[in-house]
């Protein structure tokens, strides 16, 4: 009974949205509005610092890469499953329904995330991936 308050604290207090930490608000549903190549990615962080990417590239079917995530005052950064870490660290800015990141390498790029459910068509047709270089 206290994990399900903690969730519904955590990631389930729709009406005090102002209330909640950067953290708490991060921990939801997301689907990229726009990327800078061909492809779609949703993405699903939980109040126990795992994370979820559905990720597919082109026309091909969506992938499934699972892991951990670490916030830092706006600073997320995450590793694999596998234990390799992500390519790179986010600066995130968080605006009502709206996920700003901003990658930390030479390329900058920012990506802008709309709080969304993933469709249940995503998560079974999903790949699992165990990711690696």
Same mark, same amino acid.
């Given at each position: 009974? /206290?994990?399900?308050?903690?969730? @519904?604290?955590?990631?389930?207090?729709?009406?005090?949205? %102002?209330?909640?930490?950067?953290?708490?608000?991060?921990? +939801?549903?997301?689907?990229?509005?726009? /990327? &800078?190549? =061909?492809?779609?990615? $949703?993405?699903?962080?939980? @109040?126990?610092?795992?994370?979820?990417?559905?990720?597919? @590239?082109?026309?091909?079917?969506?992938?499934?890469?699972?892991?951990?995530?670490?916030?830092?005052?706006?600073? /997320?950064?995450?590793?694999?499953? =596998?234990?390799?870490?992500?390519?790179?660290? $986010?600066?995130?800015?968080?605006?009502?329904?709206?996920?700003?990141? +901003? &990658?930390l390498n030479d390329a900058a790029e920012v990506t802008? $995330?709309? %709080?969304?459910?993933?469709?249940? &068509?995503v998560k079974n047709g999903s790949e699992t991936i165990?990711? &690696?270089?």
């Open positions: 009974m /206290l994990c399900a308050a903690l969730l @519904i604290v955590a990631c389930g207090n729709k009406n005090g949205d %102002k209330n909640l930490t950067l953290e708490e608000k991060l921990c +939801t549903e997301w689907h990229s509005e726009a /990327l &800078s190549v =061909d492809g779609d990615v $949703y993405l699903h962080f939980e @109040i126990d610092k795992t994370f979820e990417i559905y990720q597919r @590239i082109g026309e091909g079917a969506y992938r499934l890469y699972r892991g951990t995530w670490n916030l830092e005052e706006n600073l /997320l950064t995450g590793k694999y499953n =596998d234990g390799e870490d992500w390519a790179a660290g $986010y600066n995130i800015e968080i605006n009502g329904n709206t996920l700003t990141m +901003t &990658s802008v $995330y709309t %709080k969304t459910a993933i469709p249940e &068509s165990v990711k &690696s270089i």
